[in-house]
């Protein structure tokens, strides 16, 4: 070798290479694809073939690997992590499934809900102050009472409808202090509730669970185990968002869950919808029938996919 890199320089005894010039073809073979090489314009090539699969492809990968890049992964997090009725960060949802089964799990101290969460959630617990939250509401709900107390004293013997308006305005005033309580506290997390009949509960927890690891629906999901209270008795699924004044993302975990054929989007009888709820509430044990007659959930799902079609 001469220690020059000409062409005769990159001869190999495998034939991919050789000194032999009439390989790369004569003068004019080669001047014809060096004037093509300098005329070619990418730009142009890629914008007349943007319509093909391939491209596509290589598009949408450039894409995923930009995004992974620019944006580092988080760590997972799981708050049911460690414990036994929970689906743990390196149990794949179906052996999840398998090991805790709604429909034959039965309902114990161990067993009082089966958890899962959304493992890429931001939502944590740690800023949460229950206990702030239950001083001020006790404070809100007995103020309530002694106010309703003094109107339906104060209107003895007046129209009734009279003092249930008085009574629907505090009402309302009241609902209000409360939600402003949770979010003062940091109590701010929420559910649709999922009311499916025995026979169908695996089913309809498989697509929850599957959609809420995979960041479909919202912070968390759990359902009751079962209680033996009988094929007809239905069980309830609650799907979470975190936080209940947020109403995108309540009406978008909706959405999800209709397009994942759980909910209806109208009807009557068993298609009536269903229903959110502030978690403030249910640890209040606002229920349907409360002494104070407030509305137990915040949202149906009716009003708000109707709300949406309108626009």
Request: glycine content about 6%.
């Amino acid at each position: 070798m001469t220690g020059t890199h000409d062409d005769a320089d990159f001869a190999t005894t495998d034939g991919y290479l050789s000194s032999d010039s009439s390989f790369y073809g004569d003068a004019e073979d080669r001047a014809q694809l060096e004037e093509k090489a300098s005329s070619f314009d990418p730009t142009t090539y890629w914008d007349n073939h943007s319509h093909l699969l391939p491209v596509i492809a290589a598009a949408a990968r450039a894409n995923l690997e930009a995004a992974s890049s620019s944006s580092p992964s988080k760590p997972l997090y799981n708050p049911y992590e460690g414990s036994i009725c929970g689906r743990q960060l390196n149990e794949p949802v179906e052996d999840f499934l398998k090991r805790l089964p709604p429909l034959t799990t039965a309902a114990s101290s161990q067993y009082p809900w089966i958890f899962i969460a959304n493992p890429h959630a931001t939502s944590r617990p740690t800023d949460r102050d229950q206990t702030g939250f239950t001083k001020l509401a006790e404070e809100l709900l007995e103020a309530f009472t002694e106010k309703k107390n003094e109107i339906e004293s104060s209107m003895a013997g007046k129209a009734k409808g009279s003092v249930t308006r008085k009574l629907t305005h505090l009402r309302k005033a009241l609902e209000n202090d409360l939600l402003a309580a949770g979010q003062k506290k940091h109590c701010t997390s929420g559910k649709w509730m999922l009311f499916p009949y025995p026979e169908d509960i695996n089913r309809q927890w498989a697509i929850v669970a599957a959609a809420t690891v995979n960041r479909e629906l919202g912070i968390a999901a759990k359902v009751a185990p079962d209680e033996h209270k009988g094929d007809r008795a239905p069980r309830l699924i609650c799907v979470y968002t975190k936080d209940f004044s947020d109403l995108e993302d309540v009406k978008r975990v909706l959405v999800r869950l209709v397009e994942l054929g759980l909910v209806k989007k109208k009807g009557a009888g068993e298609e009536r919808g269903i229903y959110y709820k502030a978690d403030v509430f249910t640890e209040l044990g606002i229920t349907s029938d409360n002494e104070w007659g407030l509305k137990a959930s915040l949202y149906a799902s009716r009003d708000l996919l109707e709300a949406r079609k309108k626009k």
